[in-house]
């Protein structure tokens, strides 16, 4: 059995698109206005890692140090409102926008790869998910990236539709600002370009087409960083593709990995964050610098490190990885708050392992969901894995899981009419 993902523009789920995006939009704006000001779950502190501060520096004397967070795309979006008179608030009905056009997004992409049931269900999934309505209230760059993560997936999932140049270049301008605002989606564009090319040569063979198709991919997305990466230059005088901090990110994991953090014994964003930057701090001073004076100093130091613990410690460093590949699901500031996103996660996988069956057996492309999910999942596990950076692909999660709910629904309604035929015979 086959299936036909192309564009489908009749009115068919469209109360129903429409109750998703109510849903999300209503609960976004709840937990903003009301509900996280009263939770006590996680700390409510609203701009923790100062977001704010780098965008009113950048509205005041523009861009003039690379740092991970001032480089990225979030703090720029910041300084645009802050510079057209916005405040924090405005910023945050930003985040319920982002928030209700992921649930949108979501049902769309589960409505053509699946049905509009399983469209229905992943996007109420997504819109009263707690991990994605936590980051919607405080200033986490967070909601925008799932938003671009989700749409650089619909945007892959056009270009396996219709593999056209203009869909090549509107998918690599969308992933490219999504790598923008955290590099993790670069890999996922780079995976699904690669996977959809190796489908394509053992189907059809290599086409001018297709390789021109993938070629326009790529070169949008040299075009789009291109002047960030310029300016990266000018600034410190060093080539910085997106951001520093690969090499801190992958020692960080090393501490956050090992079992008393794992297991939640101790808890990870205090006591694994200390001693993760007093390494930091004792790099920098056997280098001869000082930590944080220069992040671009820093990724240098640690860099030599990293290559040094991977030379050094192998099994130390397949530790990391494999433990990181089940923190990424739940790991999170306390073993409390680290529960919800364990439960959810587990719930949602095996839902998804309920559909997938169904789905290879209609022939249903699933992976154009799946790509993403795995390589977050192992590229995190390599460096830094914690529960918040699993929320990105938690919308793909989502359609795979309602997609599991449908067959189960389809399996008991053909169940019910199997027993109600058998009773009239």
């Known amino acids: 059995m086959t299936f036909d993902i192309a564009p489908r523009y009749s009115a068919e789920g469209t109360s129903q698109l429409w109750l998703v995006t109510g849903v999300a939009l209503a609960a976004s704006l709840a937990m903003v206005v009301v509900g996280f000001e009263h939770q006590s779950l996680v700390a ?67 409505r053509r790869l699946y049905n509009v049931r399983t469209g229905l269900l992943a996007g109420l999934f997504t819109a009263v998910n ?41 998918l690599g301008f969308v992933g490219m600002l999504a ?35 993938a070629l326009a991919v790529a070169v949008t997305m040299g075009v789009v960083v291109a002047p960030w990466t310029y300016r990266n230059y000018r600034v410190s005088g060093r080539f910085v593709l997106l951001t520093p901090g690969t090499a801190d990110a992958f020692l960080r994991g090393y501490v956050f990995t090992r079992l008393e953090f794992a297991t939640l014994q101790q808890p990870p964003y205090t006591v694994a964050e200390n001693e993760s930057n007093e390494w ?21 130091n640690n860099s030599r490190v990293m290559k040094q613990m991977i030379r050094e410690h192998p099994l130390d460093t397949a530790r990391k990885f494999v433990v ?32 997938l069956k169904r789905a290879r057996a209609e022939r249903r492309p699933s992976w ?11 590229v995190v596990a390599l460096l830094i894995p914690l529960g918040r950076y699993s929320v990105p692909i938690l919308p793909c999660l989502a359609v795979l899981a309602a997609f599991g709910v449908d067959t189960l629904v389809a399996r008991r309604s053909m169940d019910a009419a199997a027993r109600h035929a058998s009773m009239r015979a």
């Open 44 to 110: 409510n502190a609203g701009d923790p890692y100062g977001y704010g501060q780098i965008a009113r520096g950048l509205v005041e004397h523009g861009f003039d140090k690379v740092t991970r967070r001032a480089a990225m795309l979030y703090p720029h979006l910041l300084a645009a409102i802050y510079w057209s008179g916005g405040t924090d608030s405005v910023a945050l009905m930003f985040h319920c926008l982002f928030h209700a056009g992921t649930s949108m997004l979501v049902f769309v992409i589960g």
């Open 130 to 170: 707690p991990m994605l309505l936590r980051y919607a209230a405080d200033l986490h760059t967070e909601t925008m990236l799932v938003f671009l993560t989700t749409l650089t997936v619909w945007c892959a999932i056009r270009f396996y539709h219709a593999p056209t140049v203009a869909n090549g270049v509107f």
């Open 179 to 213: 790598t923008l605002t955290k590099g993790i989606v670069l890999p996922i564009v780079v995976a699904f370009v690669a996977v959809w090319l190796l489908r394509t040569l053992r189907r059809e063979g290599l086409s001018v087409r297709a390789v021109a198709s």
């Open 280 to 300: 930091f701090r004792r790099i920098a001073k056997e280098a001869g610098t000082t930590w944080e004076l220069d992040e671009i100093v820093d990724e240098a």
């Open 324 to 355: 990181g590949l089940f923190t990424f699901w739940y790991e999170m500031t306390s073993f409390r708050n680290s529960l919800v996103p364990a439960v959810l996660a587990l719930a949602l996988w095996v839902l998804t392992f309920l559909g």
């Open 368 to 378: 154009l969901v799946l790509v993403p999910i795995v390589v977050v999942n192992v």
